[in-house]
C-alpha cells in the first residue's frame, strides 16, 4: 500500500490541459507516482524483466460542437477526427537500476477542418536506484507537445503547449516505522503567440515525515513550496505553499481510503490578485465490495494555473463517481460522471470575456473488449456541459470515440 502523488499535486501549475481521447481535460487527481510533485509515470519502478514494447493505436472521434460555440451563437460546428499514434516502452535493468522510458507520435488529422490538423508527441523517462540499503532516488523528466482544448475559449482559436518536467524524489522507506522524504521539480511551459502570457516556469519542492505500519497503512506530514514565474507578464510570479498530512489505510480487503487535508496559501507579486488562504483537501474512496463492479469516489479542492482564461489562478473544487463493471473476462464496461468549479482570481480585466466562475458537469461512459492477446478495442462516450458566470461561455458537447491498439 503507497501513498499516491496525487495527493501532493493539488498546488501544482500546468498550463492549459490539453486533452485525452474522449475530449475531456486530464485532471490532476488522476492516479500519480508515489511522492511525485507531478503528473509523471508511477515511481519507484519495479520490473521483473527486461522488456520492449510497441502499441500502434488508431482512435476515431466525432464531436458534435468541436469549437465549444456558445448557447445560441451561429457558427456551432462537428468534426471527425482520425488519429493514429504508436507507443514505444523500454524497460531495463542497468548496474542495479531501474529504469523505463517511452515515446509517443501520434497526429491528429482533422477531416472537416484539416488545417487545424496537429502532432502530438510525449516523452518520459525516469528510473530508480538503490542507496544505502533502504533509501531509494527516483529522477524522472518529460516532455510533451500537443493542442489545448477548445473548451475555455468558446471560439476556434489553435493552441499547441509545449511543457517539460524534470526531477526527483528521495526517500528512505522502510516495511514499517518513520521515514524521510524529498522531492524538488523544475517545470516549464510555452503556448503559442496570442496566448504567450500563459507560459510559465514553476520550480517545486517537497520534505516530509513518513510513517508506515502495514496493519495501519501509511501517514506522511509533508510542506509544500512552488514558485510560478510568468516571464512574459508585468508583476506575474506567484508564490503557493501547503503544509498537510497524508493518509492512506486499506479499511478491509475490499475498500481502501485515502485523504489529504492541508492548508494552502496563494500569494501574488501583483497587489491587484486576491491572495488565497484556506483548507486543501483531496479524499478517494475506492469498494469492491459489490463484484464485480469496482466504484471509486473522489473529492478535491486545490488551485490550479492551468487555464487560458486568465492571467492569474483559479479555486477548482472537483468531484467524480466512477464505476467499473468486469462483464467477463474480456470485457470491462465503464460509466462515470465528473462535476468541476473554478473561481477566477485575476486582476481587473485579466479574465478573457471577465468570467467569474463555471461549472462543468461530465458524463461519461465507456466500453473495452479484448479481442485477442494483442487487439484491443475500445468505445467511448462524453457529453460535457459548462455554465459561466456571467452566462457568456456555456455550451454542451458530446463525443463519441472508437479506438483498437496492437500491443507488441
Not at 91 to 110: H, K, M, P
Not at 169 to 174: D, G, H, P, V, Y
Not at 393 to 401: H, K, P, S
Request: hydrophobic share 40%.
Amino acid at each position: 500500500m503507497v501513498l499516491t502523488s496525487a495527493m501532493l499535486v493539488g498546488a501544482v501549475p500546468a498550463v492549459a490541459q490539453p486533452r485525452d481521447v474522449a475530449g475531456r481535460s486530464r485532471d490532476v487527481q488522476q492516479p500519480l507516482s508515489l511522492y511525485l510533485p507531478s503528473a509523471v509515470a508511477s515511481a519507484p519502478v519495479s520490473l521483473r524483466e527486461n522488456d520492449i514494447r510497441i502499441t500502434p493505436a488508431l482512435s476515431v472521434a466525432y464531436d458534435d460542437n468541436i469549437f465549444r460555440t456558445i448557447k445560441g451563437a451561429s457558427g456551432r460546428e462537428d468534426e471527425l477526427i482520425v488519429a493514429p499514434s504508436v507507443t514505444a516502452q523500454v524497460d531495463r535493468v542497468l548496474a542495479g537500476a531501474q529504469v523505463t522510458a517511452s515515446a509517443l507520435y501520434g497526429y491528429e488529422v482533422f477531416t472537416f477542418h484539416p488545417d487545424r490538423s496537429r502532432p502530438r508527441i510525449a516523452l518520459n523517462a525516469r528510473g530508480t536506484a538503490g542507496i544505502a540499503g533502504t533509501c531509494s532516488v527516483t529522477p524522472y523528466g518529460e516532455y510533451r507537445r500537443e493542442r489545448t482544448d477548445f473548451g475555455d475559449l468558446n471560439a476556434p482559436l489553435d493552441n499547441t503547449i509545449r511543457t517539460s518536467r524534470f526531477g526527483a524524489t528521495a526517500t528512505c522507506q522502510r516495511p514499517a516505522g518513520l521515514y524521510p522524504l524529498l522531492s524538488a521539480e523544475r517545470y516549464q511551459s510555452s503556448n503559442d503567440g496570442e496566448f504567450e502570457y500563459a507560459d510559465q516556469r514553476t520550480t517545486s519542492g517537497v520534505v516530509g515525515i513518513g510513517y508506515r505500519r502495514p496493519s495501519l497503512g501509511q501517514a506522511l506530514a509533508y510542506y509544500r513550496r512552488d514558485d510560478i514565474v510568468r516571464p512574459n507578464q508585468v508583476r506575474g510570479d506567484s508564490s503557493v505553499d501547503r503544509a498537510g498530512v497524508a493518509i492512506d489505510r486499506a479499511v478491509s480487503p475490499l475498500l481502501t481510503a485515502s485523504v489529504d487535508l492541508h492548508w494552502l496559501s496563494v500569494r501574488s507579486q501583483d497587489p491587484l490578485i486576491e491572495d488565497y488562504g484556506g483548507l486543501g483537501w483531496r479524499a478517494q474512496v475506492v469498494s469492491r465490495a459489490l463484484a464485480p463492479l469496482k466504484i471509486e469516489a473522489t473529492a478535491a479542492r486545490s488551485v490550479v494555473f492551468d487555464t487560458l482564461l486568465t492571467t492569474a489562478y483559479a479555486v477548482q473544487s472537483s468531484y467524480s463517481l466512477v464505476g467499473q463493471m468486469q462483464v467477463n473476462e474480456l470485457t470491462s464496461a465503464t460509466l462515470g460522471f465528473d462535476y468541476r468549479t473554478r473561481d477566477f482570481r485575476a486582476p481587473p480585466n485579466g479574465v478573457r470575456g471577465g468570467l467569474e466562475k463555471d461549472q462543468s458537469p461530465i458524463f461519461r461512459a465507456g466500453l473495452a473488449r479484448q479481442m485477442t492477446g494483442r487487439l484491443f478495442l475500445r468505445l467511448d462516450a462524453t457529453h460535457s456541459r459548462r455554465k459561466t458566470e456571467p452566462s457568456i461561455g456555456d455550451f454542451d458537447a458530446t463525443r463519441v470515440t472508437a479506438s483498437a491498439e496492437m500491443r507488441f
